[in-house]
């Protein structure tokens, strides 16, 4: 006990200084959420941070800091916590946690991220040791997750860079909202040499973060100038889907699978460039060389567009594909399966 106490005590000291060197509109900020926010704790040492996005209790955490069944940690005002782990979704990494004998009305809950809001409000990467001032650079990158090739769209931040792993950060925003957590290493787009791409320093200073590999399509990446980095997160929408997943009944979030791999068609829509074998598509009767031009009433524009609308369907429940073959159009049913990935 002597010796979480102490690291307890150093990692406020150090939460203390990062704090120190926010704004006063950035501390406002941070005042106001990190009731909010517990570290977690592997063998005496910070390794995470978990936030509350359910007032009974709830937690959501990134698996780099979640190894334990039994997860403990200590809230930015000292107070001790336990938890149990709930669900992981292995997609985005995100862990979800339960605190034992949590009181209602403790703290506030973050809300799900709302791709509405505005992005000119204060944006915080809350570290074990505390929070760091980070700023959007871009949405809507499209990007692949390893292993599971599922594409997705990510959340591109800057922030300065401190002298620990910043992967598995939370990132906060001023109107309350989880908008995600920093996602792993980033790995080379086919056919770009070393000299062209990020490196594994992106995520924090001569430091890399466990999870999945993240590919940037069609984008040469390049670090933030001096002591800014550049990192990213999945899109509010994928985050949204898990958080919504893991408040429903299951606590899990589900994503509806077609068992196809899409690239953009000339002309507009997803080009199908292979089917998996025995998968929905592969029922359904889709081949390769069709190219998918809307599910039900969405319009699907290029591969991006299908995996947002993907985001959107439900498991199990039958979705009316419209299809170009050749000079021709078709309508195809298809019934998406829950993805394992």
């Known amino acids: 006990m002597y010796w979480l106490a102490a690291r307890l005590a150093i ?17 406002a900020v ?18 995470g941070v978990a936030a509350l996005i359910d007032d009974s209790g709830y937690f959501v955490a990134h698996s780099s800091g979640v190894s334990s069944a039994v997860p403990a940690g200590k809230s930015f005002g000292g107070k001790e916590v336990s938890f149990s782990v709930v669900s992981r979704d292995p997609l985005t990494q995100l862990v979800l946690l339960k605190a034992t004998d949590w009181v209602s009305g403790t703290a506030k809950p973050f809300r799900i991220p709302n791709e509405e809001e505005t992005d000119g409000g204060v944006i915080l990467a809350v570290l074990p040791t505390g929070p760091i001032r980070a700023a959007y650079v871009s949405k809507h990158q499209p990007g692949v997750l390893k292993p599971s090739r599922r594409l997705v769209t990510l959340t591109e931040i800057r922030f300065e860079a401190p002298t620990q792993a910043v992967g598995g950060a939370l990132i906060l925003s ?5 908008i995600g957590t920093l996602n792993a290493t980033l790995d080379r787009p086919e056919g770009l040499t070393q000299n062209q791409t990020m490196n594994q320093n992106s995520l924090g200073q ?9 590919r940037i399509q069609n984008q040469i990446l390049n670090a933030g100038p001096g002591e800014m980095t550049v990192a990213y997160a999945v899109g509010p929408e994928v985050v949204q889907h898990t958080l919504q997943g893991f408040l429903s009944s299951k606590h899990e979030a589900e994503y509806a699978m077609l068992g196809i791999f899409c690239t953009n068609a000339i002309g ?4 199908i460039q292979s089917v998996s074998p025995n998968s929905p598509a592969q029922k359904a009767g889709l081949r390769p060389g069709d190219i998918l031009l809307s599910i039900g009433y969405n319009q699907i524009a290029d591969q991006v567009a299908f995996a947002t609308v993907m985001l959107q369907q439900k498991v199990g429940k039958k979705i009316t594909l419209m299809i170009k073959r050749g000079r021709g159009s078709l309508l195809i049913d298809a019934v998406p399966s829950k993805s394992t990935e």
């Open 11 to 27: 990692a406020l000291m150090v939460g203390t200084v990062q704090a120190d060197r926010l704004s006063p509109r950035e501390k």
């Open 30 to 47: 941070w005042n106001q959420v990190k009731p909010s926010v517990v570290t977690l704790f592997e063998n005496d040492r910070p390794c």
């Open 174 to 178: 001023e109107s309350g909202e989880l």
């Open 206 to 214: 001569n430091q890399t973060a466990r999870g999945p590999s993240i």
């Open 268 to 271: 507009g829509g997803a080009y």
